[in-house]
């Protein structure tokens, strides 16, 4: 597989790039906290695990279910920009909560705030993306946002390390500094973002009527359906750091396992994005869900440092093959209009998805074992695989479009 190349990066959109930093941004700021934060409420706030799965699943469902209703109200607007910028202000303003945090209660409250804050973000930035970048590049395009993206994720808790390692592991203190780059994110989506102007002629209308869901495509629907399967199949990441944890890495450089992953992450993203955009995504799908039961069953298994690493690791990569990926699947099946909405739904589907999935994780860890959480994982693999296959059948009878994954 090709790397990128430097012409192929400078056809890229500005405007792509400005998104993906003020992505970076925010994730160095939401990692510094969310790779201490299961630790802070365990051995800080005194929380049990069932309660950190409880709140990593209700957090995450909250934000993808905003994301129907931002989406919305982009398409109806034909604005993306300014909901974008409510969102990321959202987040940034969570942060000092959690500095402030004396119960499990206001983690609550900050974790929802900042979540309520990516729900709104999330779709409009996205479909952004869609409306800035050729159709024939949008693979690359949202594969280089989300490289970009986990750049922040692996700089985030290597920032957090130090300062822990620095301050005798003072959370509070790593969590204000955390504040700074999420307020310079705001900043930068303010002064570095112009979007397409909208056609004055356009009369708004509801994008969530029945008749205008009506025009999104089979097709689509199933893209839907095959993101909430792999969203069953990958539980928060929380219990990656629970899991190092239990094999015995110190709690000051347990982030380091959220570096390892994400640094893997950001690697791979843009090179599979920029792959998809000349090969089957039905196919690039299921190499990532084959890498993700690997990494289950490697973590399940694991007693030491290198079976944990190589397990991290692997997660990475299935992460860099398919996220961009689906992204893009649903700026290629859904109407132009309607692409707000479209992440919106699609994101609705996967946090309920999510919300069942860190349950039942929470659940099994405790009690049956870590090592049953992440073997039901691989097992929920099968799952989505069973169903991508039976979506390949369909599209090679003679009747079925050529290529509609």
């Not at 999330?122 to 693979?139: H, N, Q, W």
Request: proline fraction near 5%.
């Amino acid at each position: 597989m090709k790397g990128p190349t430097p012409s192929s990066l400078r056809a890229i959109p500005r405007g792509v790039w400005v998104l993906g930093f003020v992505s970076m941004l925010m994730d160095i700021s939401s990692e510094m906290i969310h790779s201490l934060l299961p630790l802070f409420l365990v051995t800080v706030l005194g929380s049990s695990v069932f309660a950190v799965g409880l709140l990593e699943g209700l957090a995450e469902s909250t934000a993808l279910f905003v994301k129907v209703f931002s989406g919305a109200l982009s398409d109806y607007l034909g604005r993306r920009k300014g909901i974008a910028l409510v969102g990321y202000g959202l987040g940034a303003v969570s942060k000092p909560m959690f500095a402030l945090a004396a119960s499990f209660g206001l983690v609550v409250t900050a974790r929802l705030v900042d979540r309520v804050g990516k729900g709104i973000r999330g779709a409009p930035r996205d479909a952004l993306v869609a409306d800035l970048t050729p159709k024939e590049m949008r693979g690359a395009a949202f594969g280089l946002r989300q490289s970009l993206d986990t750049v922040g994720a692996f700089i985030g808790p290597l920032v957090a390390v130090g300062l822990m390692l620095l301050w005798s592991n003072d959370f509070r203190a790593v969590f204000w500094v955390a504040t700074v780059p999420a307020f310079a994110a705001v900043a930068l989506l303010y002064l570095g973002i112009r979007e397409p102007a909208s056609n004055p002629d356009d009369v708004p209308t509801n994008p969530i009527r029945r008749d205008s869901l009506r025009r999104l495509s089979s097709a689509y629907w199933w893209v839907v359906a095959l993101g909430a399967a792999f969203t069953l199949a990958r539980f928060s990441e929380a219990f990656l750091v629970l899991r190092s944890q239990q094999i015995g890495i110190p709690t000051a450089l347990v982030p380091l396992v959220m570096v390892v992953m994400s640094l893997v992450y950001s690697a791979s993203a843009y090179p599979f994005g920029k792959l998809s955009d000349s090969m089957s995504h039905g196919r690039l799908l299921g190499w990532g869900l084959c890498v993700l039961v690997a990494a289950d069953l490697i973590l399940a298994r694991a007693t030491g440092l290198v079976g944990l690493f190589v397990g991290i690791g692997l997660w990475g990569v299935h992460m860099g093959m398919t996220q961009g990926l689906l992204a893009t699947m649903v700026a290629d099946t859904a109407p132009d209009d309607l692409r707000g909405t479209a992440y919106g739904v699609f994101n609705l589907v996967s946090g309920l998805a999510m919300l069942f999935a860190s349950i039942l994780a929470g659940l099994l860890w405790e009690t049956v074992g870590s090592a049953a959480t992440f073997y039901a994982g691989a097992a929920l693999c099968g799952v989505a695989l069973v169903l991508l296959s039976a979506r390949h059948l369909q599209a090679s009878t003679p009747a079925a479009r050529p290529r509609s994954e």
